[in-house]
């Protein structure tokens, strides 16, 4: 790279510290080979295939993906990939269909119509795609609701041509909770899947792989009893909202936007180029509110955000920036931040080292 | 277009009825000239070249842009962009400057070190640039403060190479009120617009062009006294906040986003494939809240998003969704959605007509 500052790039501009996803790696996998745990990472957090290649290399087991892009691309590092979201109608399941036979790949599902296509898909195509038939243990988003249905929809993946039965899949509910006080949801959790596996297992359906975990609830995985697979996608890079529910310290945040001042015209704040549409405007975990906060000053919160526009709130702070200076912002939700730019600037040692692309956006 | 139908496309997916579109156009631009007002639509809304072109038919004067992304791409059809954002730092003048010579190029700004970098860049390129004192009428975000603030900068701009003196830009700041109930607002902003315009001219600045106007205010922008110019953005498109604020009917809608049901399994909800990362997760100014409505059953909100999840809430309809089956959902927000995108699906007579890139997106 022939410029390696930062002073060149044009802002807003989406910046990866090398350093830090490095030590982020390092710790998740040494916490899953601790614990047994599977470890999976999803890769919806960054979309980017050197990410991917990173996780893979510092003993990840596969990827988890959500939509046919991120399979497609992340099929060229990975040979075992799971959809964690039920492949619904024709042009979904011809891309699944159309990955690499090399790869293994499983899907999660809730309903008897999603398992039906997916059947028909993978036999039209040849092939046997493993199912997770995804549970509702508190998120109250997708999946089946009592051990009952749980054992109905496993009993017909068994018997569905095509497909395989491997197991059950969750996200847990309690996200938002520090992780600190997050006691009575780990043993609701755990009794909730207790009743589950005792239920499948009853009917022969013993899940081979019950998969969960996020970010937010990472560091507690191994209290979950029967757990055999954590995919947490935010931890590579961290966030505003984990560092606030205590899943990762402020230094180990690896993503920031960078952005330049560009008007300090109304007193009490300075208005930064990195608006919703660089930073996302997601309102987050943290008390204090805002949309994120400076990496080197965090006692600055973006208190507001038009598509161009951040709104810096000085008002703790004696700092006073001048037009033209430059900040380092960290959002709320680095997910969403991510899918707004088409590459990330990597950044090793605090001086540019790569650049690379975003590939698996959009569906 | 081979295959015409809707059913072909994967969701989610961005749909643009041109019908509604090629009315909505014809509405503002009756309305601009009826009233002798320039018409100068800001792109940022759709980010696509083929809708640019259409408002520059149906008689827009020029457009506005955000970003130095946004002046390349549009500079392919105009010869007459404003840039309605202080270019500061060197990497966005330089692309600034590199617009074609026949360009026709206004900035805004708000300060001194933003005027003197346009000024040298300017200078450098060898071309006059346009500029307009960005001044707060109650927005609160960028913008002089006072007239005698506006009258300094006025000055500076008039004695500083490479620019000239063009008028002066605000934004409104009662975006959120209803239609009919912004008669105090638009009286405080005639008043204080007054006052500017008065002390700017008594400093021999009288400005040459007030460029004001937003959608949500735009059908009341006649009684802003002194305004010579609008700038909506949303109106080509229109989206759930302008219809909560009576700025356009629901019919006017003319953006959606194709979804479809992938889980019905937590009882009073649908889960759509549409979430976060197609919708845009923004808090809208409809008082029941929600992140969108269905096109065609516009009592049903998105009561949530995650990333790939949108939660359809079926308190308030019998209809009960079954998986696979499609919906329209019309975002809060049309700006952030259309930027979520890689490109248009253009509907004529409701059956696919082009595909349109949303090639302004970035930086």
């Known amino acids: 790279m022939d410029d390696t500052s930062l002073d060149s790039l044009v802002t807003p501009a989406a910046l990866v510290d090398l350093d830090r996803v490095e030590a982020n790696l390092l710790r998740v996998s040494a916490y899953a080979r601790e614990h047994g ?72 599902l809730d309903s ?27 998120m109250r988003r997708v999946g089946v609701q009592s051990p009952e249905d749980a054992v ?16 059950i899949l969750f996200y847990p509910g309690h996200v938002r909770s520090p992780l600190a006080e997050q006691d009575a949801a780990l043993r609701e959790q755990s009794a909730r899947l207790g009743a589950l596996v005792e239920a499948l297992d009853g009917a022969g359906l013993k899940p081979g792989t019950v998969s969960g975990g996020s970010t937010p609830t990472l560091w507690r995985s191994h209290e979950v ?6 995919r947490p996608g935010i931890n590579v890079l961290n966030d505003r909202n984990s560092a606030s529910v205590g899943a990762c310290a402020w230094s180990e945040c ?30 987050g975990f ?4 805002g949309y994120g906060a400076l990496l080197d ?44 730019h088409e590459r990330l600037h990597v950044l090793r040692g605090g001086a540019r080292h790569a650049t690379w692309a975003v590939a698996a956006r959009g569906w």
């Open 254 to 283: 690896a993503y920031s936007v960078l952005a330049t001042v560009v008007s300090t015209a109304v007193p009490g704040q300075a208005v930064i180029d990195a608006g919703s549409k660089a930073l996302a405007k997601e309102e």
């Open 286 to 289: 943290a008390p204090e509110g």
């Open 297 to 340: 000053r965090p006692e600055v919160l973006v208190r507001g955000l038009s598509e161009e526009h951040g709104l810096l709130d000085l008002s703790a702070t004696a700092w006073r920036p001048r037009v033209g200076e430059r900040v380092r912002v960290v959002p709320n939700h680095v997910c969403t931040s991510v899918n707004l």
């Open 152 to 167: 109905t929809l496993a009993r017909a993946v068994a018997s569905t041509r095509g497909v395989e039965y491997r197991g």
């Open 112 to 138: 008897r119509e999603a398992l039906e296509g997916l059947g028909r898909a993978a036999t039209g195509a040849g092939r046997t795609v493993g199912v997770l038939v995804e549970v509702d243990l508190g």
């Open 37 to 108: 745990l599977r470890w999976r990472p999803h890769t919806k957090t960054h979309k980017t295939v050197e990410l991917a290649a990173l996780q893979l290399q510092a003993g990840a087991a596969g990827v988890t993906v959500a939509t046919p892009r991120e399979a497609e691309v992340m099929s060229t590092v990975a040979d075992d990939v799971l959809l964690a979201y039920p492949p619904v109608g024709t042009g979904r399941l011809t891309r699944l269909m159309a990955l690499p036979h090399r790869v293994r790949l499983t899907v999660a």
């Open 225 to 230: 009893a029967g757990l055999t697979e954590i």
